[in-house]
């Protein structure tokens, strides 16, 4: 029984190295997504903030034209 299981393991190819360099090219790739993703929140929550603090502002201004 023994003999016959190593001429299999012979003729199949070894696609282990190739995947595992697949798996950390991908894992690469998907860790740079994420990076943008997180950098692209960031600037979303910057804006929003800014746009916040813009709103905030003008009340002191319109306070100001009620009171020449």
Do not use: F, I, T
Not at 7 to 18: I, L, R, S, T
Not at 27 to 39: A, N
């Amino acid at each position: 029984g023994e003999a016959q299981h190593e001429p299999q393991d012979e003729c199949e190819p070894e696609p282990e190295p190739k995947a595992q360099h697949m798996d950390e090219e991908v894992e690469h790739e998907l860790e740079v997504e994420r990076e943008l993703e997180y950098e692209l929140e960031l600037e979303h929550v910057k804006d929003a903030m800014e746009v916040e603090d813009e709103e905030e502002q003008p009340p002191p201004a319109k306070a100001r034209k009620r009171n020449p």
